[in-house]
């Protein structure tokens, strides 16, 4: 039990750390990308300066407008919710607490951003057939803070485990770091094996 305690407290200690890192670099990425925007919108023929090769390519991302939710570009969506991460995370550094039905939609907010990430990744590999570095770097940090946050508030008794569902929290929590690097190896080696076609040819050996 003591474990389990020390292990609650040192998560609970870097988690609003954690919150303030995913939104700053997510704010800067979405200015990134927001700037991009706005200057293919006012120059079709503007080129990033992240839009590498064919398929490391911002330009391609953003002309393709598969990112758009409700017509709009989805940076504009990372300038409004990566804030309330930061801010969140300061306030909670600062001191604050927050009520049960805001970690809730904490909760909600993790396994949406999961999903918008996954969806969006998805569609630049099959659709788009290229891949924007700053798109990428955002889908690392929002996978970063949707598995933390679950773990965050299992640890805070958020939802009450039973059973099997129990277990596998408590081999999540004591495997959290192995289970992220294996998914961002998975990520990575997905990554290759599709665009092999083309990395394959330019390796130097």
Same mark, same amino acid.
């Given at each position: #039990?003591? +474990? @389990?305690?020390?292990?609650?407290?040192?998560?609970?200690?870097?988690?609003? /750390?954690?919150? *303030? %890192?995913?939104?700053?670099?997510?704010?800067?990425? @979405?200015?990134? *990308?927001?700037?991009?925007?706005?200057?293919?919108?006012?120059?079709?023929?503007?080129?990033?300066? &992240?839009?590498?090769? $064919?398929?490391?390519? &911002?330009?391609?991302? %953003?002309?393709?407008?598969?990112?758009?939710?409700?017509?709009?570009?989805? $940076?504009?969506?990372?300038?409004? #919710? !990566?804030?309330?991460?930061?801010?969140?995370?300061?306030? #909670?550094?600062?001191?604050?607490?927050?009520? +049960?039905?805001?970690?809730?939609?904490?909760?909600? =907010?993790?396994?949406?951003?999961?999903?918008?990430? *996954? =969806?969006?990744?998805?569609?630049?590999?099959?659709?788009?057939?290229?891949?924007?570095?700053?798109?990428?770097?955002?889908?690392? !940090?929002?996978?970063?803070?949707?598995? /933390?946050?679950?773990?965050?508030?299992?640890?805070?008794?958020?939802?009450?485990?039973? =059973?099997?569902?129990?277990?596998?929290?408590?081999?999540?929590?004591?495997?959290?770091?192995?289970?992220?690097?294996?998914? /961002?190896?998975? %990520?990575?080696?997905?990554?290759?094996?599709?665009?092999?076609?083309?990395?394959? +040819?330019?390796?130097?050996?």
């Amino acid at each position: #039990m003591a +474990k @389990s305690k020390t292990t609650e407290s040192k998560l609970a200690r870097w988690f609003p /750390y954690l919150l *303030l %890192i995913v939104g700053v670099v997510g704010i800067i990425c @979405s200015l990134i *990308l927001t700037y991009d925007q706005i200057q293919v919108w006012k120059d079709p023929n503007y080129t990033p300066s &992240c839009s590498l090769n $064919p398929i490391i390519s &911002c330009g391609s991302v %953003i002309d393709s407008g598969q990112g758009d939710i409700f017509g709009i570009p989805a $940076p504009f969506f990372g300038l409004l #919710m !990566f804030p309330v991460l930061a801010t969140v995370g300061v306030a #909670m550094l600062a001191g604050a607490k927050f009520k +049960k039905w805001f970690w809730w939609l904490v909760q909600l =907010g993790a396994i949406g951003g999961f999903a918008w990430a *996954l =969806g969006l990744f998805l569609l630049s590999v099959f659709k788009i057939h290229a891949l924007c570095p700053f798109c990428l770097t955002v889908d690392v !940090f929002v996978y970063l803070f949707a598995w /933390y946050a679950t773990l965050y508030n299992i640890e805070q008794k958020l939802f009450v485990l039973h =059973g099997v569902w129990d277990r596998i929290a408590v081999f999540s929590r004591k495997h959290h770091l192995d289970i992220l690097v294996f998914w /961002y190896v998975l %990520i990575a080696a997905f990554i290759l094996q599709h665009f092999w076609y083309y990395f394959g +040819k330019h390796l130097p050996f």
